[in-house]
């Protein structure tokens, strides 16, 4: 059970929580099992199951994870009763005498596994948002052997010949939309798992995998080391030439949670370090050296060197690609993309690319002629171009960076995003106190709709530290979905904020909350029956959309008034400076383009030599970046020995496209609301509710999105918006 609050703090009701749906009978037989497999110390360890809070029902707010009770050490003993009590549901579905039909095989399927999945998404959560060298020991150890059950699933033959009878029946089973989705999705799932390969083969794909999680395991935990490892000492007055006041505040904030002196200042990898000092500092050597150890993460020769282990990723890869009979990793992956093939992912990025080089070489003029002006070297080199760029803008549009930082304090931008969903999807957000979670930082909110009713939970956590990976993203503690008459999600953003007494965004910091934001809502606003089809769990080009679009609002002068207020004085931002803002906007945006791109097209290069292709990693890099013609003083976001997307797990392998690809999508989708001339138009509000953040992955994405703007997308929105048409 889990307990339901109101804002009062008051229980109202108790709902059954299908996460606990593992009946006491199949635990005991699963321990029965598990206790004849394993080692006397094993055995030992099930008999402890009585004290491993992960495996007792939560009876905790909400449901949620008894996160005060969580050791590191209690993982995989709960896995190992977790693992063997899914794979006996799952025997049990494909042992049934009576035929399949939906409810028997493919309900029953969505609905198993209650006690593994929550467990792994917890551990998911805590690895990456607050890990510890224990948890890290666990992820290696269990990583392998999570996959092996994976493959127990999706190469369980009996299962497999259940769907695929079923999945070939599929025109005369009277099924609805949803029921017919599920199947589709489910059969693909199991024959991109291997499901269909020959016995040999499968033995192989099953092997493949396990290696592919450790490796994946291992190359996280290696860019955590270098940027956890990495940080540059500001010692003297000198050394903090140039920072805003803002910046200052944060670089003595990660001081302090290094153990430094009072009063010291460090500059870390997190980017809402780095990037502002590339942005500001007037110490060239320091900006150079920020900018070599964010290109060097994962390219240390010794225990963190990725570029062998991303080596072994690319060949383990083609050779999946293979057994599956593709002749590339990206023809594999593409299958279950919108794009389809490399081809019309090339088409996309060939539209930018050219330009957006062509476009810097008129930026790359003013920055040169900024740098003869303030005396520095020519020609500018990448740790150069944020810095000469800053000086460029506040030269051409009188606009400072330093000067809009204090009208985006994080807690005014958390309440416009809330504001937003209120006046878009009808949401409103009840911050509730004294909830155990994850880390002192996470903040906890219940998300109600119009009518007050609870609908899901809301967890965020902004700050950058040590134990938490970089970057931003959303995830799940609780999927929704129709199970036991429903349930109720459990949605975490995270983003890595420097913490100060006051946390000032850059507006790209703005950005990115609104985008994370935007992955919360398609989770949160989420209306299906199966859990396979909920939320986020739609094709990898198309997930990218419902966050995107929610950065428009960000940008909406309707909003700014109201929420972008000098975080000393409440005053609103004066109309001049939201004019200078509204004309920079475009500012900059070959360089953006280009920091992009470069790796997109690097990703489906790599992803598209042939099967058996031998790779040195570095030198494919560079050869690709003479090939495209890669601007030195511009570079890269990412460098394949750190590039997490790419080599952390394979869903953004060969995608790393999916954002221009979304991009394309929600400049389309947004210009509806231009085109009414209100951002918060109700009628396209209710459409794009219903079409894009609630409906999951119960049709086509192409599909949904013609249901939403009544035609096809067109890609000129994303080109004029990214300045590079008219």
């Known amino acids: 059970m889990y307990v339901q609050y109101n804002s009062s703090r008051e229980i109202t009701q108790s709902i059954p929580d299908r996460s606990r749906s593992t009946s006491a009978a199949l635990r005991r037989e699963s321990a029965r099992r598990y206790t004849i497999a394993f080692s006397p110390l094993a055995r030992m360890l099930v008999a402890m199951t009585a004290i491993n809070p992960l495996l007792q029902d ?51 399927f969505d609905a198993s596994g209650r006690l593994n999945s929550r467990i792994n998404l917890l551990f998911e959560n805590l690895t990456a948002s607050e890990t510890s060298p224990a948890l890290q020991a666990a992820e290696v150890e269990l990583a392998p052997r999570l996959a092996a059950h994976k493959n127990a699933i999706y190469l369980h033959a009996g299962l497999f010949a259940r ?29 991109r798992a291997g499901a269909n390969l020959p016995p040999q083969s499968r033995a192989r794909y099953s092997a493949l995998t396990e290696r592919l999680a450790a490796l994946s395991t291992a190359f996280t935990q290696n860019v955590l080391a270098d940027e956890s490892g990495f940080s540059v000492q500001l010692e003297d007055e000198a050394a903090l030439a140039g920072l805003p006041q803002f910046l200052r505040a944060s670089a003595e904030a990660a001081a302090q949670q290094r153990g430094l002196p009072q009063g010291s200042h460090v500059i870390t990898l997190s980017p809402s370090l780095a990037e502002p000092f590339l942005t500001f500092s007037d110490r060239r050597d320091l900006r150079e050296a920020v900018w070599r150890g964010r290109v060097a993460r994962g390219a240390h020769a010794g225990a963190h060197d990725n570029r062998p282990v991303a080596a072994e990723i690319m060949a383990l890869r083609q050779e999946q690609a293979q057994l599956h009979g593709y002749p590339t990793y990206a023809d594999y992956q593409l299958v279950d993309r919108m794009a389809g093939k490399p081809e019309a992912v090339s088409a996309l990025l060939g539209k930018v ?95 109600r709709n119009r009518d007050n009713t609870l ?178 003083d511009i570079g890269q976001r990412h460098h394949l ?30 210009d509806a609301f231009i085109e009414a001339g209100d951002p918060f138009e109700q009628k396209i509000a209710e459409r794009l509710q219903r079409y894009i953040y609630s409906s999951g992955n119960k049709q086509d994405p192409a599909l949904a999105f013609r249901a939403f703007r009544g035609r096809d997308p067109k890609v000129e929105p994303m080109l004029a918006k990214r300045g590079l048409i008219a």
Request: with cysteine; net charge negative.
């Open 58 to 108: 939560w009876n905790t707010p909400y449901g949620l994870p008894p996160f005060d009770l969580v050791k590191a050490e209690h993982f995989v003993p709960a896995f190992e009763v977790a693992l063997p009590a899914h794979l006996a549901e799952i025997d049990a579905i494909a042992a049934q005498s009576a035929a399949p039909n939906f409810a028997n095989t493919l309900a029953a």
């Open 163 to 191: 769907i695929a009878a079923l999945y070939a029946r599929r025109a005369e089973l009277d099924l609805d939309p949803e029921q017919l989705r599920l199947l589709e999705r489910v059969h693909l799932d199991f024959v």
């Open 353 to 447: 690319w050219e330009p957006a080089k062509k476009k810097a070489e008129d930026d790359r003029a003013a920055l040169t002629d900024m740098a003869r002006s303030l005396g520095q070297p020519t020609p500018i080199a990448a740790w150069d171009w944020r810095y000469l760029a800053e000086k460029v803008r506040q030269a051409r549009y009188d606009l400072d960076d330093a000067e809009l930082k204090p009208y985006f304090a994080l807690e005014n931008m958390i309440t416009a995003m809330f504001d937003c969903a209120q006046r878009l999807f009808g949401l409103s957000f009840v911050e509730q106190h004294g909830v155990a979670l994850h880390h002192a930082d996470a903040r906890l909110w219940e998300v």
């Open 455 to 632: 609908i899901g939970l809301f967890i965020g956590d902004n700050y950058a530290r040590a134990s938490k990976r970089s970057g931003a993203w959303m995830h799940i503690f609780r999927s929704q979905s129709g199970h036991d008459g429903g349930t109720l999600p459990v949605v975490i953003n995270n983003n890595n904020f420097a913490k100060a007494d006051v946390s000032l965004l850059s507006f790209d910091d703005v950005r990115t909350l609104f985008h994370e934001f935007g992955h919360g809502l398609h989770g949160l606003l989420s209306q299906v029956k199966y859990e396979r089809l909920a939320g986020t769990q739609v094709l990898q080009d198309y997930v990218e959309l419902p966050s995107q679009i929610f950065e428009n609002w960000a940008e909406e002068e309707i909003v700014l008034q109201r929420h972008a207020r000098h975080y000393q004085s409440g005053a609103a931002m004066p109309p001049a400076l939201l004019e200078k803002l509204k004309r920079a906007r475009q500012f900059d945006q070959a360089w953006a383009t280009i920091m992009y791109a470069g790796p997109a097209l690097i990703d489906m290069a790599l992803h598209s030599l042939p099967n058996g292709s031998k790779v040195d990693i570095a030198a494919f890099e560079a050869q690709q970046c003479e090939l495209l013609g890669v601007p030195q």
């Open 641 to 670: 020995s750190h590039f997490q997307h790419l080599f952390s797990g394979s869903d953004y392998a060969a995608g790393y496209y999916v954002y221009m690809w979304a991009e394309v999508l929600d400049a389309d989708a947004y």
